[in-house]
């Protein structure tokens, strides 16, 4: 069993910035794939970002290429998102989630994960 929490959602104005974190249990945290996904109101939840267990290969959805990046911090069993030049589109829960069977795939679909934190809200205001 695997438990997130995510923490650092909030308010912010258009053009700031927010970092995510997502804490982890369990003790194979470092083999995991994780990922961040969003879900807008009145929207399906839709794959945001996504990183290898060894941080050495990150996927971005393309709404989001060149103003967020996901890290992780195997030692301290956390992954982040952090978010620059947000955007009013931004606005949404954002999921964090974990891949705990083995393969080198970044997956993009809901499916390809098998935990999912409680989400955080992310609201950026105009």
């Known amino acids: 069993q695997v438990q997130l929490v995510e923490s650092g959602g909030g308010l912010v104005q258009a053009g700031g910035s927010l970092r995510l974190s997502c804490a982890a249990s369990?003790?194979?945290?470092?083999?995991?794939?994780m990922g961040w996904f969003r879900q807008a109101p009145g929207k399906e939840r839709e794959f945001v970002a996504g990183i290898s267990w060894s941080a050495g290969r990150t996927y971005y959805a393309d709404s989001v290429k060149g103003r967020f990046t996901i890290s992780r911090d195997n030692a301290k069993n956390t992954v982040y998102l952090q978010m620059n030049n947000l955007k009013p589109e931004d606005t949404a829960v954002f999921y964090c989630a974990a891949n705990v069977r083995v393969g080198p795939r970044i997956g993009t679909r809901e499916e390809d994960y098998d935990y999912w934190g409680q989400g955080t809200q992310v609201t950026v205001s105009s």
């Open positions: 369990g003790r194979t945290f470092s083999s995991y794939t």
